[in-house]
């Protein structure tokens, strides 16, 4: 039997629970192996899973979703990967019975595009598919041989369904296009980071907080549990030395009752069970037992090493240390929680805001997209096709640039933002999957002149904005509008110092320039469209130091500026961000700030420290500041944490200036 060595795995829900500790695993015992982790967060995943592997060189995390095609496409290439775990999936039973569409789409279909990007870019010689002892249905209780691998599969819930459906299509992947498929059925696993859905993290939270534990029907169900650790070690085992077509139980032989896992654990808490032990009603359709023959993974050369009391004592002592891991789990806590599901429930994101990197190429574009072949000289339609409006103005011709690089078509609106027709024929003739509005009129030299010319502001800033935006609603495009957040000022609940910076959904306060009234005024009426997303640019910095827009630029040219705290934006690396937003579709408010502030003052010291060592500069109050401009200026922070959710890589403010701005231009 020989063995497999990898380069770069693709592992498919390793922020979820068992994928974290085999990917935590790999990364940590195997550094040549490049470990790329594709997981969409949802609610039942967290990136804290992955804090060991934080740092890790050889990790990379990428947010987004199996049933993306195109980006499947692109990772399977860009990151030439040739091994593939696929860990992703619902598994929860109690949800499949209130949600099962849900379970078809990620079980099966997101199966489905992983194979068939499998299938067009032909790269891949290991496709590790994980599916679970559920499939075989129920095992006869007097049953003294468990399952083995080619026993009939004969699913009986929703879940297992969609699991032995996604079975099929590997196997006829394997079988029909020879891929190097293997695939896995395991029994119940348990340990720390396990959401608390599932019963043995459930009764332990329970029990902390001195709670009943739900018993469905009379407790009587039977089931086999292995420990993370050693279900993690199984894997390492099959993925070096698991044969090609292959299927393999990772099981264990020790089984017990629902209602005896139920007492371990209230023994562990010296609690009683008779009275912190409560009957419900059992599901539609609760199998009896799972039983599993795990000889074949044996002979491979694995073996079940811990044993269960010691894998409950570390797993409650985990729990104990880590009680708010999850956030407000009180709804997995319920005895049957299908709420999680439904439209509208929890979707799990990282609870802190450097909890992990993360890889910006995602989209919900259904399309598939596939790599030419060798044999094939059609080109394919690209997955995007972006409409920027602003060609003249800084960022709008900054995004052309972007798109130049990263190979995205692109053209240049001709219409002018007030006239519907004319953004009509845009739509009409370029056939965009997404519009960029960087148009809009902010005044030159500065917004002083919007003073004296609001009707024209007006114009623009407001009508022209909602004619786009109803425009792209018409045809279905998702218009990425790029605002200001120089429509607030500090105030007794956000005082300068403070940290305290605006949220998204906070009111405007600030009404010291026309210009800014304009904005705040769009902005609010743009929350009505749904298919926008308002990105809050403040300040803005770039690495050319020769543009007069240029926030450095400008007062490393003024006689005296003021020396105020603010949150900024470094286009360097915000406006890339911008194009994987739209690529995610995402919408709605966005303050479009690194986190942080920096004054005026700290630049400047920058700007001496890395550019010109003779230069100086003096300062002035804002009250002296009023006596040499028109209109006032917004001073304040921005609360950039949804934003750093989204993408955890995001730099805090003053790191980003040196990285992508002074670091590039240093003359001393």
């Known amino acids: 039997m020989g063995s497999y060595t990898p380069k770069n795995i693709l592992i498919t829900g390793a922020a979820g629970f068992i994928a974290s500790h085999v990917a935590n695993r790999l990364i940590r015992s195997y550094p040549d192996y490049n470990i790329v982790v594709l997981d969409k967060l949802d609610y039942c995943s967290n990136l804290k899973n992955l804090f060991p592997s934080k740092s890790s060189p050889n990790f990379k995390f990428v947010k987004g979703d199996i049933g993306s095609a195109d980006l499947v496409n692109?990772?399977?290439?860009?990151?030439?990967?040739?091994?593939?775990?696929?860990?992703?999936?619902?598994?929860?039973?109690?949800?499949?019975?209130?949600?099962?569409?849900?379970?078809?789409?990620?079980?099966?279909?997101?199966?489905?595009?992983?194979?068939?990007?499998?299938?067009?870019?032909?790269?891949?010689?290991?496709?590790?598919?994980?599916?679970?002892?559920?499939?075989?249905?129920?095992?006869?209780?007097?049953?003294?041989?468990?399952?083995?691998?080619?026993s009939q599969l004969l699913p009986t819930n929703p879940?297992?369904?969609?699991?032995?459906?996604?079975?099929?299509?590997?196997?006829?992947?394997?079988?029909?296009?020879?891929?190097?498929?293997?695939?896995?059925?395991?029994?119940?696993?348990?340990?720390?980071?396990?959401?608390?859905?599932?019963?043995?993290?459930?009764?332990?939270?329970?029990?902390?907080?001195?709670?009943?534990?739900?018993?469905?029907?009379?407790?009587?169900?039977?089931?086999?549990?292995?420990?993370?650790?050693?279900?993690?070690?199984?894997?390492?085992?099959?993925?070096?030395?698991?044969?090609?077509?292959?299927?393999?139980?990772?099981?264990?032989?020790?089984?017990?009752?629902?209602?005896?896992?139920?007492?371990?654990?209230?023994?562990?808490?010296?609690?009683?069970?008779?009275?912190?032990?409560?009957?419900?009603?059992?599901?539609?359709?609760?199998?009896?037992?799972?039983?599993?023959?795990?000889?074949?993974?044996?002979?491979?050369?694995w073996s079940e090493r811990t044993q269960w009391q010691d894998g409950l004592k570390k797993t409650i002592e985990w729990y104990t240390q880590n009680p708010d891991w999850w956030g407000d789990v009180s709804g997995a806590l319920l005895p049957h929680p299908r709420m999680l599901m439904m439209p509208g429930g929890i979707e799990r994101q990282s609870e802190e805001s450097e909890e992990g990197k993360s890889e910006s190429f995602v989209s919900s574009n259904p399309r598939m997209l596939v790599p030419p072949s060798k044999a094939s000289g059609t080109p394919l339609k690209p997955p995007y096709k972006f409409l920027i409006y602003g060609r003249t103005g800084w960022i709008g011709g900054v995004l052309g640039k972007l798109c130049e690089k990263q190979g995205i078509p692109y053209e240049y609106g001709k219409g002018r933002l007030e006239d519907r027709s004319s953004l009509l024929a845009d739509i009409q003739n370029v056939k965009p999957t997404h519009v960029f509005n960087a148009a809009g009129v902010t005044g030159r030299p500065n917004v002083d002149w919007c003073e004296s010319h609001k009707a024209e502001t007006i114009r623009v800033n407001v009508a022209g904005t909602l004619t786009l935006a109803d425009v792209c609603r018409q045809h279905g495009l998702l218009m990425m509008n790029f605002a200001t957040g120089c429509i607030f000022e500090y105030d007794?609940?956000?005082?300068?110092?403070?940290?305290?910076?605006?949220?998204?959904?906070?009111?405007?306060?600030?009404?010291?320039?026309?210009?800014?009234?304009?904005?705040?005024?769009?902005?609010?009426?743009?929350?009505?469209?749904?298919?926008?997303?308002?990105?809050?640019?403040?300040?803005?910095?770039?690495?050319?130091?020769?543009?007069?827009?240029?926030?450095?630029?400008?007062?490393?040219?003024?006689?005296?500026?003021?020396?105020?705290?603010?949150?900024?934006?470094?286009?360097?690396?915000?406006?890339?961000?911008?194009?994987?937003?739209?690529?995610?579709?995402?919408?709605?408010?966005?303050?479009?700030?690194?986190?942080?502030?920096?004054?005026?003052?700290?630049?400047?010291?920058?700007?001496?420290?890395?550019?010109?060592?003779?230069?100086?500069?003096?300062?002035?109050?804002?009250?002296?500041?009023?006596?040499?401009?028109?209109?006032?200026?917004?001073?304040?922070?921005?609360?950039?944490?949804?934003?750093?959710?989204?993408?955890?890589?995001?730099?805090?403010?003053?790191?980003?200036?040196?990285?992508?701005?002074?670091?590039?231009?240093?003359?001393?």
């Open 492 to 668: 007794a609940k956000h005082p300068e110092g403070s940290g305290i910076g605006f949220k998204e959904e906070d009111t405007p306060n600030f009404h010291g320039s026309f210009y800014s009234k304009t904005k705040a005024m769009v902005e609010e009426l743009l929350k009505e469209f749904d298919n926008v997303c308002t990105l809050r640019v403040r300040m803005p910095i770039s690495s050319d130091l020769n543009n007069p827009r240029n926030f450095i630029t400008k007062i490393s040219r003024y006689n005296k500026v003021v020396n105020i705290p603010n949150s900024m934006t470094i286009l360097d690396e915000l406006l890339p961000i911008s194009i994987e937003m739209a690529k995610r579709n995402l919408r709605g408010i966005w303050n479009f700030t690194n986190p942080g502030v920096v004054s005026h003052n700290e630049i400047l010291e920058m700007y001496k420290k890395y550019i010109d060592p003779k230069f100086t500069w003096a300062n002035f109050t804002l009250e002296e500041q009023a006596k040499v401009i028109v209109a006032a200026r917004s001073n304040n922070e921005m609360d950039a944490s949804k934003l750093k959710k989204e993408f955890p890589e995001l730099l805090p403010i003053k790191e980003s200036l040196i990285k992508y701005v002074f670091e590039p231009n240093k003359k001393v």
């Open 74 to 150: 692109y990772l399977l290439i860009t990151e030439s990967i040739d091994t593939i775990m696929h860990f992703a999936a619902q598994t929860h039973v109690d949800n499949s019975f209130g949600n099962s569409f849900e379970f078809t789409k990620n079980n099966i279909y997101g199966t489905h595009v992983l194979l068939e990007a499998c299938k067009v870019t032909g790269q891949i010689k290991r496709f590790i598919h994980v599916s679970t002892d559920e499939v075989y249905g129920e095992t006869d209780e007097d049953a003294v041989v468990g399952n083995h691998e080619a």
């Open 159 to 301: 879940y297992s369904a969609t699991k032995a459906g996604a079975e099929m299509l590997v196997m006829a992947y394997g079988r029909s296009y020879g891929l190097p498929v293997i695939t896995t059925r395991g029994n119940n696993v348990y340990g720390p980071n396990q959401f608390p859905e599932k019963l043995i993290p459930k009764f332990i939270l329970l029990a902390m907080q001195g709670k009943p534990l739900p018993i469905h029907g009379d407790g009587s169900n039977v089931r086999s549990y292995l420990y993370c650790e050693d279900v993690a070690e199984a894997f390492e085992l099959i993925l070096h030395k698991g044969e090609i077509g292959h299927v393999y139980n990772i099981g264990t032989k020790r089984e017990r009752r629902v209602i005896d896992v139920a007492k371990d654990i209230c023994r562990l808490f010296s609690i009683d069970p008779e009275t912190n032990i409560k009957f419900v009603e059992n599901r539609p359709f609760n199998d009896q037992r799972y039983f599993l023959d795990d000889e074949k993974l044996k002979i491979l050369g």
